[in-house]
């Protein structure tokens, strides 16, 4: 499944799914399209690709050690 995104320049092309984080990491296309329409990175949140770095409590745990 390829991706349509919107580069910086206007240009409209088709990416892999993999290649779609890289573009927006390196803040090189504008928009990109979803089931339910165009993203705009500069006015949608997005969901976080961080994971791993919460140090709180382990909630989902009932368990004690």
Known sequence: M??????ID???E???PRE???LIDARRI???RRSGGWVDL???NLRSTLRG????LNRR???ED
């Open 42 to 44: 500069e006015h949608n």
């Open 53 to 56: 770095n919460y140090r709180g």
């Open 30 to 32: 504008s928009q990109f």
């Open 14 to 16: 088709l990416v892999r």
């Open 10 to 12: 206007g240009r409209i």
């Open 61 to 63: 745990s009932n368990f």
């Open 2 to 7: 390829q991706i349509k995104v919107k580069f």
């Open 20 to 22: 779609l984080q890289e």
